[in-house]
C-alpha cells in the first residue's frame, strides 16, 4: 500500500507501469540471484544422464561444505563404477538404471537429439505427480496456483473493469485493490 501512495499520490493515474515494475523487481532480483547461486542438485544430473555435471557438483558442495581433501573428491568413474555394481548386484534403483542406461544414450547421440527426447520424455510421463498419493498435494498445488493467477490477472484490469461497470476509478482508490 505504501508503494502504491507513494507512486499514485497526485499523479494521476498514469503511473500504473511504474507501479507494477516496481512490486515485480524483488521477484526479478530474486530470481536471478538463485539462478547464479544455487546449482542444479547431483540427483537432477543424475536423473538426467549427466554423470559429468552431477560429480562437478557433489564435489563442489563438498568443498562449500569444508570437506577440501582433493584425493578424496568424487570422479566420474568412481560414480560410473558404483552405479555399475549397484546394477550388478540388483540393488541399484530404477532410476540408477535409467541414468546408466540414459549416459550411454548421451553418449551416442547428439546433445540437441538429446534435449528433444528429454522434453519428449517429461511430457509424457507427467502422469507421475498424480500417482502414489501424489495427487493429495499436486492437486491443492495447481488449484492455488490457478487461484493466484486469477487473481493477479483481475487485480491488473481493476481500472477497465471499474470503468466497464461506471464506479470511481481513480488511482489512489484503485491501488488498495492492487494490494
Known sequence: SLWAVIVFKGSGSGNWRLFMFINVMPTIIAALLVRLFV?????????RGRLREAVEISNLLAVRMGFTDKDNLLTEEELTQYLIRA???????SRGRETIQINEIMQNEEKSEYVWREIWTSLTSIGQIFTNGMYKVTIPLQFAYMSLTLVTGVSTWWTKIFQNLHLQTDAFTLSFYHT
Open 39 to 47: 546449482p542444479e542438485s547431483p540427483r537432477f544430473y543424475l536423473c
Open 87 to 93: 546394477k550388478g548386484i540388483g540393488q541399484a534403483s
